[in-house]
């Protein structure tokens, strides 16, 4: 069976500080991975895939860790804005039933 | 750019009531796939096509019907609705099945009494 894990949260963040969360995945053949951005009743938005090699986009970076089988995100200099919950998905079957998404990660960023 | 449309975005049915809920996508995506959202469940995939004339079950296709006649529309059919399908759904496409992220539509929340 297909499993994506994630700290469902919340995690209560000051603004400004740095968070950091991870997810967890069963598949070692797993081939993609993503995180995307949920805002509360509102569908989810791709925020960036993550690469072998890791990647940073503005105050956000993502780790793939496949001896561990698993994906982080860093979020730098948190804004209010940041607040939302945070799907790790994965390609975890490698074909065309699509992607697993995790359960999500609830963030809220405190003034 | 209208990216992956939706409608209707609220529904309220009574058990054994059927309907359709419509996705149109204009990004010219084979892949189109259709999720329901319930709390503490996360996304769990219903049924999904990777081009038109094709159509596949995911996780939790009991109760629902889909066809895929063009490469735009992929509807999702309730057949008689029952209460364990209030949730929210959404649609999905994309250029392709595991290695390209998804669109997502606005979502449709559904609620049947």
């Known amino acids: 069976r297909k499993e994506v894990e994630q700290d469902p949260g919340p995690f209560n963040v000051p603004e400004g500080a740095t968070v950091a969360f991870n997810c967890t995945y069963s598949?070692?053949?797993?081939?993609?991975f993503f995180w995307y951005r949920q805002d509360c009743r509102k569908e989810p938005k791709l925020l960036m895939s993550?690469?072998?090699s890791g990647n940073e986009d503005g105050r956000f970076t993502a780790q793939l860790n496949r001896a561990s089988q698993y994906i982080s995100l860093l979020i730098r200099d948190s804004k209010l804005s940041d607040s939302a919950t945070y799907l790790c998905v994965v390609n975890e079957g490698g074909g065309a039933d699509g992607l697993t998404f995790g359960k999500g990660t609830h963030l809220i960023i405190q003034p | 750019n209208a990216g992956v449309t939706q409608t209707p975005k609220f529904q309220v049915l009574k058990t054994g009531q059927s309907m359709t809920l419509q996705c149109a996508q204009d990004?010219?995506?084979?892949?189109m796939s259709w999720y329901r959202q319930d709390p503490g469940m996360g996304l769990r995939l219903i049924h999904y096509s990777v081009g038109a004339g094709i159509t596949d079950q995911g996780e939790v296709p009991n109760g629902y019907n889909v066809s895929r006649s063009t490469t735009e529309d992929f509807p999702l059919r309730l057949l008689s609705a029952a209460p364990s399908q209030t949730s929210v759904y959404f649609c999905a496409s994309g250029a392709s099945s595991y290695n390209s992220p998804l669109h997502f539509g606005n979502g449709t929340r559904l609620t049947v009494t």
């Open positions: 990004m010219n995506h084979e892949y």
């Open positions: 598949n070692s053949a797993s081939q993609s």
């Open positions: 993550v690469y072998s």
